[in-house]
């Protein structure tokens, strides 16, 4: 499909502008060419807009003289570029092919449309919906319900009878699942205690390269719409995420664990098992929550604190060999007071 | 198989109860029907019981006149339960099944009644014994060796020559025998150490998805009987890891640290390389274990430092912004004071 | 091919001993038989050189005379050690193979002597140069280039049209080129933004085993020449890595952050994106890199500090109560004071 400046302007909802012109796709400010579109995302970047050759730049109101080439005006300049990539790069389409190694059982009922590559296995009683696009080697277990549009990279897996709602974007090496972390101590060893739940993922979901998430041990694991999970996080059994919360890479989260809607949370946040955290509250990287939040706002460290007060101990940490010798002295001085009759 | 409450109890040596019927599965005590069993796991959660439907549940004996349905009365519920959900819900045995896309070399010597899904491959050399059962697309390397029983997850990864007690369980996308990361600083770049040994799993242990184990350098990694690994850890080259200790997830093992029998080691906690852990060691989640630990115990934080003492510091931590204002309080008074005569 | 200790010695540019002998491989002191080559990396540990019945061990000048069998000496035992190892214990080289099951597009360009394994997928447009050797179930994607001497392990995903120099070690289960973590809130939801950049390696570098590597969102992601990522480390999109930087395994490093040349960075330490780190900066394992570091140096804790400083408040906080109540004692001293009249 090939795009004018106009016409996507006009698809994007924003003003037309002065002058058209052909595009051929999007690159950063340094990179672009005359047939490419970049953007700006905040005024305080304007001076970077001098040297691009950008055949037409997305930019906030403020910045509309500095484009040397053809601007486009938005309050929010990185969703509207986001929504013109999709748009000027859109994913290739499922066009119903079947790689001949793919191992599709007689048992699964897959979508005429869907395309699986090279090395896919799909086991009985799978079902893939239309427009469903699995890369090389992927692995759908027994039972697994995919969505319509759901997008599958090469290698992840999802097994133990997951169902992924709509348009779900797996990335590669994920494990969707997996038996989850369930033992009990008993005379002297572990006892194994069966995992019997599923895995319930809403639309609209990320599941980053190498992300586990364990099914439920009774009960499901629940990943609510429009979550965001990075690369290398680790769910547990029974967590339930509420919808459009974002984990960035290496969290882990503990079974049982109930995290709100919006929440976001830092890379390599950890979270204990068993609590719950309520809409809207944010953690910051590597910080530990140990116990429920109740109440929203952005939290830090370990131990979990409010941010600002978290901040304000963290700066007192670095004096803290200071304050221990000026402790000492104020003794040394007290303890000369005392002997003063 | 089908289950009656009395042929269970029997079957768990617990008292015979009353009432007898039918069981056909385990659920929560909020999910589960007249033919399911669930459980209580403590006393004080006893408040629970009385909504469930619940055909039977197992309690401790404080609760034996609070169940609606039929009891089965457990000091330790839990275990009981984990024993009863194994025997309700067994694992399908391995069949002999080959699948048509698995690529097995006829230098391998497969059980015939072990069961290969698709897209499995068996190099040269590996040993896999009476019913093991490999999930699709997993890869079996040369010389590799699987004990009696174990299943391994798809996509999951054992090579390096590594060997595999009896019964172990291996989740998705896990790697054993992976190179370690050995390479030494010359001559202003680094030189790669051949990585030439061996990953050696006791029987009954749990290894989880996307958990990497690195072969030894030289000699062996070795991972003892009825160890659990949950998703996502990484154990360096060397390592040892005691028997019946636990791993949560997330957590790191540099090379060469050893680890007692029967410790935890809580999510996210690093160890660093060449140091030793005695047996009965507890380490709380997101802890650094910097140095060698030879006393049973509990420990936790950054530095490390016995449970109770990081617990009254880092209480502490969240004052300390306040106490260095308290301290510079004091030192204005005792300014004062000096200047009195 | 059959080495001596004399021409193993001349190999390596080592004073030729006194004696010779065969040798068939290299083991630790404590394994090593009369046909094996062992080495003692510091005179430090000397003592462990009486039991070993090694034939030959490198050892430093110091230790010459207590080898009980043929000593060969070095000044850097441990490097001389890994280049002997590589010699007796060679890579086995690519000779052409392509398994039955491999799936290789026609579109694609393989070198005739890469070895493919059963399973491979290699998909069209990529490039696979000479000597690559790809283990089993290796997915490489559409227009992912791999040079000379490649070598990929067991279920490790190329993908996003990566782009890998000579050499380039891949642990299994590796995912190099998946989408980054582009999203942006807009109108109660987060918005994907289209990741449209690559992933280039340079020559020599080592990825482990889980690591996750994402590909650009406009611009590339850029690993250098000799650089060394243990396993399970996530690298973000647009990050920059400079030559012979080494990282320790479960390490995070989020988007478009920078670091320099010859860094190290511990295990499990979090970096955080759109930073810098200058060359020659090593940072501490678990802790977290919240701001750029323009200078040189040993980095350490949360919230970061040069190492010194960190280790000097890191032992103050461990006798935080204690100053807490002496902090106490002091007031309660001043609060009599000033009640004197």
Redesign the interface.
């Known amino acids: 499909m090939s795009w004018t400046i106009r016409r996507l302007a006009a698809a994007l909802e924003l003003e037309a502008p002065a002058r058209d012109g052909k595009l051929r796709?999007?690159?950063?400010l340094?990179?672009a060419g005359p047939e490419e579109l970049s953007f700006v995302a905040r005024t305080a970047y304007g001076e970077r807009l001098a040297q691009t050759a950008a055949g037409c730049v997305i930019v906030p109101p403020e910045l509309r003289e500095r484009v040397p080439s053809v601007a486009l005006i938005a309050e929010?300049p990185?969703?509207a570029?986001?929504?013109a990539?999709?748009l000027l790069?859109p994913d290739a389409p499922a066009r119903g092919t079947r790689?001949?190694?793919a191992?599709i059982s007689p048992q699964a009922e897959v979508a005429t449309d869907a395309d699986l590559?090279?090395?896919c296995?799909v086991?009985a009683g799978a079902h893939i919906a239309s427009g469903v696009v699995l890369?090389?080697?992927v692995?759908i277990?027994e039972g697994v319900e995919l969505g319509p549009g759901c997008r599958v990279?090469?290698?992840a897996?999802i097994?133990g009878r997951s169902r992924l709602g709509a348009r779900v974007?797996v990335?590669?090496?994920a494990?969707v699942g997996?038996?989850g972390?369930?033992?009990?101590w008993?005379d002297?060893?572990?006892?194994?205690?069966?995992q019997?739940g599923r895995v319930w993922v809403g639309d609209?979901v990320?599941i980053?390269?190498?992300t586990?998430i364990?099914r439920g041990a009774?009960?499901d694991t629940v990943i609510g719409d429009?979550v965001?999970l990075?690369?290398?996080i680790?769910v547990?059994h029974n967590v339930r995420i509420g919808a459009?919360t974002?984990i960035?890479?290496?969290a882990?989260i503990?079974g049982s664990a109930v995290i709100g809607r919006r929440c976001t949370i830092g890379?390599?946040a950890?979270i204990?098992g068993h609590i719950e955290i309520v809409d809207d509250v944010h953690i910051t990287?590597?910080s530990?929550v140990?116990h429920s939040i109740l109440e929203a706002g952005t939290y830090a460290?370990?131990?979990l604190?409010p941010h600002g007060?978290w901040l304000?101990?963290?700066?007192?940490?670095?004096?803290?060999?200071a304050?221990?010798r000026?402790?000492g002295k104020?003794?040394r001085?007290?303890g000369g007071?005392?002997e003063q009759p």
Chains 1, 2, 3 share one sequence.
């Open positions: 796709g999007v690159a950063s340094e990179a929010r990185h969703a570029f986001a929504r990539a999709a790069h790689a001949e190694t191992a590559a090279s090395g296995v086991e890369d090389p080697g692995l277990g990279g090469a290698g897996v097994t974007r990335q590669p090496g494990v997996g038996e972390f369930g033992y009990v008993d002297g060893a572990w006892l194994r205690v069966p019997l609209d990320q980053g390269a190498g586990t364990d009774l009960d429009g965001l990075d690369n290398q680790q547990g459009h974002a960035a890479g290496c882990g503990a890379g390599a950890g204990v990287a590597m530990l140990s460290g370990v131990p604190a007060e304000r101990n963290a700066a007192r940490f670095r004096q803290l060999d304050m221990a000026r402790l104020l003794e001085i007290a007071n005392k």
